[in-house]
């Protein structure tokens, strides 16, 4: 009786201890609703607010975003997916009027001026006492001068140009010096090749039907420096169907590229010279690859940020001074720590080297510098070390 008498009561514990379970899960999953709602509203807004705000600086960095893609050649989509058509739109043709605005930009027929020092970049009395702290590198003299730090995994030298960039290797007999360029948001390599006839284009082995790296066409030539060129058609096998137009010792390899886009060349003079792509060939012309931006004509800057080249990328630019001595610039990009460079700061890069002519090249995955037998740059794929199969590629012998 006694425990029969307490059956009601319990029963009566039991549905309210329910029914509080039942209201504390509802209240618990109406709070996660209300949460989820909230951080979808938040980001309609954010989203809303990026995109089609007028506002700097959100503005640029929604161009950023599209200029980006867009310079991709397998990522396009990224802009159009995320983004109206018409901003998107806009964005593009404020892009192609920039490539237009370089029409007409070309270098005038340039003087030399004596050749430098391979040795010219560095402070004297400081290459003398890193050179007595390592003789070894002069044992042979310093016509033989020979140190080679450059590659991935090795810590360059306790050496550094006049204007501050670390010195990786250098290389006396053949005229080379290479440098460690680090900004803030991207890192990469500048050569300093200092016999322009020794630069040259060079084709890959069974151009038309596929590519090589950078690092088999340079051992193709007998090549100590190897830098992209041309762009290719990623639709057709890797490095086949080259883009724009190309000539490799004096042969042309497909065709000019359209209105807007510049061509770089080199000359029987040994110079190179930026001139409109859709053109013939200089009749002196030996070498050459079209791409864009112009980045430096005749001494002067023809990219700003103004200008729509505002795209963070991996990047590989060619250039010279007025002593003759070629610029091949390779910048990483799409890593933590190496997010790329824009046109303009890699113009600024090279402007500040001395350069007087030079011009971007093919970027992106296609990015890589190879020296003396290893890739002295990372690929923006790392699953790539060796770089994309290639088309054609700069040489230095």
Not at 331 to 337: K, N, V
Request: proline share 4%.
């Amino acid at each position: 009786m006694g425990d029969g008498s307490c059956l009601p009561h319990t029963s009566s514990v039991s549905k309210a201890d329910s029914f509080s379970s039942r209201r504390s899960h509802g209240v618990r999953s109406l709070k996660v609703l209300v949460l989820c709602l909230s951080l979808l509203l938040i980001l309609e807004c954010t989203y809303c607010l990026a995109v089609f705000t007028d506002l700097t600086p959100l503005s640029e960095l929604r161009d950023l975003y599209i200029e980006t893609a867009l310079g991709t050649m397998n990522h396009k989509w990224l802009a159009t997916a995320l983004i109206p058509g018409d901003i998107v739109q806009t964005v593009y043709e404020e892009m192609e009027a920039a490539r237009k605005a370089q029409i007409g930009q070309n270098s005038s027929d340039w003087e030399l001026e004596s050749a430098g020092s391979i040795f010219s970049e560095l402070d004297e009395a400081e290459l003398r006492a890193w050179a007595e702290a390592h003789p070894e590198t002069i044992e042979n003299g310093w016509d033989d001068f020979y140190v080679n730090q450059a590659g991935l995994n090795d810590a360059g030298l306790e050496l550094y140009t006049k204007l501050g960039d670390q010195v990786l290797a250098i290389d006396a007999a053949n005229g080379l010096l290479v440098v460690r360029i680090r900004e803030e948001k991207f890192r990469g390599v500048l050569v300093f090749a200092k016999d322009p006839s020794r630069l040259s284009c060079a084709a890959a082995e069974q151009w038309g039907v596929a590519g090589q790296t950078a690092g088999e066409i340079a051992a193709n030539h007998g090549a100590l420096v190897a830098l992209t060129a041309s762009g290719f058609n990623d639709s057709a096998p890797e490095g086949a169907e080259q883009t724009g137009a190309a000539m490799c010792g004096g042969r042309v390899y497909g065709s000019h590229l359209r209105e807007g886009y510049k061509r770089l060349e080199k000359r029987s003079d040994n110079k190179l010279y930026v001139v409109d792509a859709p053109g013939e060939f200089h009749p002196d012309c030996t070498d050459a690859a079209e791409w864009t931006p112009a980045l430096i004509v005749d001494g002067e800057v023809v990219v700003t940020k103004e200008d729509h080249y505002n795209a963070r990328n991996p990047r590989s630019c060619l250039g010279q001074r007025a002593d003759g001595t070629v610029l091949m610039l390779c910048i990483e990009g799409r890593y933590f720590d190496s997010l790329g460079a824009t046109a303009p700061e890699c113009a600024e890069i090279l402007a500040r080297y001395g350069a007087v002519q030079a011009m971007n090249l093919d970027g992106g995955t296609s990015a890589i510098l190879w020296y003396q037998g290893e890739y002295i740059t990372r690929c923006s794929d790392p699953d790539r070390p060796e770089g994309r199969l290639l088309p054609n590629a700069w040489i230095y012998k």
